[in-house]
């Protein structure tokens, strides 16, 4: 188990320094007024001190280990034309906060709402009538295939009216954190319902469970230890991805509620071609993504014995 | 025979199925008696229903089937009128537990073999703590894992096919039943394996004063284990007597074209012989003896009214119009004229002439 976890802990951080090389690479190709805030009105001679002084004239291997060097002290250098001279981890700083917030909050609603839905589900296409199954599936449908730009607004529109709120977003007033919050984790509760039914269903009419029944195992303990147990293990792959990702904040649930957090800041700076800050974000979420999925492989192995071995060893 | 003690009996047990709004009548008026200690093989090709039937004794059925109607008489009760999960609990695992076909499934692969076995003794011995570990690793040994403390530990993946349907084994002998039902406990093992683990069954059997129901449609297990066989047909039983009765002096035409169909009843350098068509659809309705249409035996009247079970022995009855007093003279084909005459001369049945023979 250790050995496989090391292995891949080992292959993330090739990726990491790999990917960290060719956004790098990438980003000097960029023109290089994206480093100055009034690059018209400087002189050639003034343009070329100032690139030898942030070392852009150097050979790209030396660059690149000395930015290596920046990032193993935390440093990811400063904006130029976003907000010139500034830290970027201190811009970061200021805006992840407010979506790290929102995001785990949809996050443990989703996963609250979404996995007792899918078990209702799941449980109900034994009954006669299936009622859980058909509300929750037609609940699916809707949220699956209506463009989410769509139910946002619907949500914004009439929930704010619903519930007697602002239309937009104050970070002082919990009641308006609530809209935002739904409009996040709508698509997960249905994507973690759909998923949890679907392999519920799948894991109950296996032949274990058949023969957990034939032992006189009560209905209970074998939906909990036999098959939730075994239906959340490709479900368990996702959650860590997805607990990153809605930490990266939803570009547009923040625009509609002007939410000041991660969500625009990306699409904002290529625009003002800010070199600097678009190395920097982008790296943040391919880390996030790497890291994504090493957490969700690393969870596999906890949750299934079979994952280790299915190296070499295999099974007698 | 007769005064063996019945354990359970099933009378005129009839049970359908409702599927997208269609009904499949899966088993038609079986009466089967099972004697306390005996083993029974339930003999039949795919389809037959045998394992709806088994699986009736258990409640283990998809909510979308229902016994119509019929009995199940064991111990004092009709298990045909159960309805609800715990009326059923009381009985499953406890009086009656369950050997699976593939033990490459049928064990929860994220549980220990330990922790597997061990559900079965918490919830059938009422032992728990270092009581109910001490208690799996007794049943370990005794079905021939060796290493029990280390292997109480280990997953299913790490052991082999086997050694697997030994677990199965050990989980259902934790329930300490009465009935052992083995539906087709053999098939997704290969050879060597087979007799390891009919031999390991035969022995728990023995050991724990077990009767066992195989369901099988491999003739050379039946004729390894069972004291008793019941051949299905089409959800019905069509001919029921003690296992050389059976193989050696079968009066069902199904039973014959079943024997005949055995390699080993094969002659060199001729095809083997196959049973032309395939089984009736039971969601319709069968008219007369359903394996009429198959039979190039049939009567007329086979194909108008359905044969009672007609007495051939005590313990021998074979549902077909052949054995009516008024039936016809028919020959059985040859294989089976020659296993009536080994029969015969291994002293195995009796030679009295019959209706039909």
Redesign the interface.
Known sequence: MAKYMLKRILHAAITLCVVICIVFALLRQMPIEGYFNNFDKMTEASIQVSLNKMGLNDPLPVQILHYFGQLLKGDLGVSNRYRQGYPIVKIIAQKAPISIKLGLISLAVSLAVGLPLGILMARST???WKLWDKFGTVFIVIVQAVPSAVYHLLIQLYGSEILGVSMLFNDRNPMTWVLPVFSLSIGNIAYYAMWLRRYMVDESN???I??????????GKISR??VF??AI?PLVQYIPQSILFTLMGSLYVESLYSIPGMGGLLIQVIKLQDNTMVQALVLIYAAVSVLGLLFGDLMMAL????IS?TGKEG?? | MDQQQVLLSVQDLNFKFTLRGQVLHALRGISLDVYKGESLAIVGESGSGKSVFVKCLMGLNDANGCVESGKILYDGKDLAQFKSDAEWRALRGHRIAMVLQDPMTSLNPLKTIGWQIREAVELHQNLHGDAAKKAVYEILAEVGISDPQRRYNQYPHEFSGGMRQRVVIAIAMACKPEILICDEPTTALDVTIQAQILGLIKEMQKKYDLTTIYITHDLGVVANVADRIAVMYAGDIVEVGRCEEVFYDPRHPYTWALLSSLPQLGVKGEPLYSIEGTPPNLFHEVRGDAFAPRNPHALKMDFVKRPPMFTVTATHAARTWLLDPRAPKIDPPEHIRALREKGRQLGLTKGEECANG
């Open positions: 034994r009954t006669r296996k032949d274990y058949r023969l957990a029944r034939a032992k006189g195992v009560p209905a230890s036999h147990r075994n293990v949750v299934d014995p079979r071995f099974a007698r």
